[in-house]
């Protein structure tokens, strides 16, 4: 890749993720690269994290393409009773939620005509975006770590510490209790940072990790990332030090987003690694059905997978409250922030923070790449 590094999942060969640090900060020195895990490709990695068979997890990524396909179908059968999808990655079944209205019938049965599952339901994703609103509108109170609407059982999920209340809450959003759910957890998210230098690329004396390659409205290459890792205007190197860019675009809090624009010595691909000298193609930015198995890429843990659980969620960081980010079990750790989530050869989004770890397991979210490509005009690299 002499003389330039690639801008790609993969930077030079080990990913940089993400970390905004105090202006005059002074880098750490590079640590090495993650070793790499073994896992020649998406369906092993599968395997390993879902605990499935080389055979399963080969079904289930073919299964998962088809049911993208279809669920496109059943969504515009589904018309304005269109209430969200699941995708159940034991039974390789996709599911059609519509809305409980006059015409909800005939919605369900233009579904089923296609292939899908049709199951009823009172709110859907639009019913259950508007009670996410209004929590977003009120704020979090201290001991409130977030919400996110759960399609599957069509209500809202209200996350609190232990001996946290969120009546107040409910009454100052003026939502029904009766939509919602209250969790107790004892984990607080954090943003994926890490303070010291890594590959990939640094900014401000911290490291962050490409998510991906993307291309701007007047066809200058860079790449997508997390909107904590720099402001607008922020410097941006590669590991050698060969590519430079700046943060055109970044926003955080409310969303956790930025474009980095290359501005020498970098040249965008349409790769993901997955850790081990391999990497994922990616083909398009397909929104995959909640359920589906997804896979992330990170300089501190490298490659995992897991599932996609739900969407637009709210998270309350000590540094900000972001909205809209996929909520998924994929494991990360402070480092990761910034890279890839992509599931088959679909990106999905960059990740933001979390709680938990990779030897233990926990919570992960992203934040969707295709609002970040369609608000700034950029066009994703594929191949």
């Not at 999942?9 to 940089?16: K, R």
């Not at 001991?143 to 209340?165: F, R």
Request: proline residues 5%.
């Amino acid at each position: 890749m002499r003389p330039f590094p690639t801008i790609s999942a993969i930077g030079t060969g080990a990913l940089a993720f993400g970390l905004v640090l105090t202006p005059g900060a002074d880098a750490a020195p590079l640590p090495a690269a993650p070793e790499p895990q073994g896992e020649a490709t998406m369906t092993e990695a599968l395997a390993r994290d879902l605990g499935l068979t080389p055979l399963g997890a080969e079904n289930l990524l073919e299964a998962q393409e088809e049911a993208l396909k279809i669920d496109a179908e059943a969504t515009e059968a589904a018309g304005d009773a269109y209430g969200g999808s699941l995708y159940d990655i034991e039974t390789h079944e996709l599911t059609i939620l519509v809305t409980d209205t006059d015409t909800d019938t005939d919605a369900a049965s233009a579904v089923e005509a296609v292939g899908a599952e049709a199951v009823v339901v009172e709110y859907g994703v639009e019913g259950l975006d508007e009670i996410v609103e209004a929590l977003d509108t009120a704020g979090a109170p201290e001991g409130v770590t977030g919400w996110y609407p759960d399609v599957a059982d069509d209500t809202v999920v209200v996350e609190v510490l232990e001996g946290a209340d969120p009546a107040g809450l409910l009454e100052s959003a003026g939502v029904d209790p009766a939509a919602v759910e209250v969790v107790t957890t004892d984990e607080a998210p954090e943003l994926y940072a890490d303070i010291v230098g890594g590959a990939a690329y640094h900014m401000g004396g911290g490291r962050c990790s490409i998510g991906f390659p993307a291309t701007d409205s007047a066809g200058d290459p860079g790449f997508v990332t997390a909107g904590h890792c720099g402001a607008a205007g922020t410097s941006a190197s590669s590991a050698d030090g060969s590519g430079s860019g700046v943060f055109d675009h970044s926003v955080f809090p409310g969303s956790d987003s930025a474009f980095v624009r290359a501005t020498s010595g970098w040249n965008p691909t349409a790769l993901v690694s997955r850790y081990d000298g391999t990497h994922q193609t990616v083909s398009g930015s397909s929104q995959a059905p909640i359920g589906s198995a997804v896979c992330r890429s990170g300089s501190t843990t490298g490659w995992h997978c897991g599932t996609i659980q739900a969407r637009g969620q709210t998270v309350s960081y000590p540094q900000g409250t972001v909205r809209d980010l996929t909520r998924t079990n994929v494991c990360a750790e402070p480092g990761d922030s910034g890279g890839s989530f992509i599931s088959g050869s679909q990106a999905q989004g960059v990740t933001s923070g979390g709680s938990g770890n990779c030897s233990s397991g926990g919570t992960t979210y992203y934040q969707e790449v295709t609002p970040m490509l369609s608000s700034w005009g950029l066009s994703l690299r594929t191949g």
